[in-house]
């Protein structure tokens, strides 16, 4: 089973340029999210979609825009890189439980660079 | 929005001992409660959950605990073995809007 899988897993851009990191998931889930993480800041949300078409921000949404076009597909996209979006990336699904957000299915994460 | 604070950053027991993680949340009508655990070069996984109905839920070594009045939950790692060894991140979401709000993650070390 291949779960949640993220391309690229690692990248490195200079400032300014632009790039889109693509998560796909075969579960079926109605959930998808972005999270980076950074040492002593734990996961950070980014944005999220809750269903095909729509997405919402997180913690941390400047700098990062998102589309969700297909059900199983949530992009990343990085518009002008700069040194502090260098991170590791994580996508993630989920099913709704109707009362809570289900178990959260993780990629393997993505590392960025930007010098 | 909803804030998680988790304590402490690091922690180092030896194989046998017990362990606890401690969080803290803002939002009050934050409703579920999980726990993740991330090995190196992996990602996270759910280890344990609480709902904000429940005090406590055991599952084998590891249970956690909920005071919805002063908003804080706790991880409890009972017999700790190397293989606990890890980055675990606490989290809180409301409802079911799909927000999920990690806190700061504690790398546990177990040493044999």
């Known amino acids: 089973n291949a779960g949640v899988t993220q391309t690229p897993k690692f990248r490195v851009l200079k400032t300014g340029q632009s790039m889109t990191l693509l998560c796909a998931q075969d579960m079926n889930h109605e959930y998808m999210y972005w999270y980076r993480q950074d040492p002593g800041m734990g996961l950070r949300l980014i944005h999220y979609?809750?269903?095909?078409?729509?997405?919402a921000k997180g913690e941390v949404p400047d700098g990062y825009n998102v589309s969700r076009l297909k059900k199983q597909n949530f992009l990343l996209g990085l518009e002008s890189a700069a040194p502090s979006q260098t991170s590791v990336y994580f996508c993630?699904?989920?099913?709704?439980?109707?009362?809570?957000?289900?178990?959260?299915?993780f990629g393997e994460g993505s590392r960025l660079t930007v010098l | 929005g909803e804030n998680v604070e988790q304590h402490p950053s690091t922690l180092s027991v030896q194989e046998g001992d017990s362990a606890v993680i401690k969080c803290t949340y803002s939002?009050?009508?934050?409703?579920?409660f999980p726990w993740y655990k991330q090995e190196l070069g992996k990602g996270p996984q759910l280890i344990i959950d609480i709902r904000s109905n429940v005090g406590e839920k055991k599952d084998q070594r590891i249970a956690v605990t909920l005071n919805k009045t002063a908003k804080h939950f706790s991880l409890h790692i009972t017999e700790t073995q190397p293989e606990d060894s890890a980055v675990y991140f606490c989290a809180a979401s409301k409802s079911n809007t799909g927000k999920l709000i990690f806190g700061q993650g504690t790398t546990l070390q177990v040493k044999p």
């Open positions: 993630a699904s989920s099913k709704t439980t109707g009362y809570h957000t289900g178990e959260l299915f």
């Open positions: 939002d009050s009508a934050s409703n579920y």
């Open positions: 979609s809750v269903g095909e078409g729509t997405t």
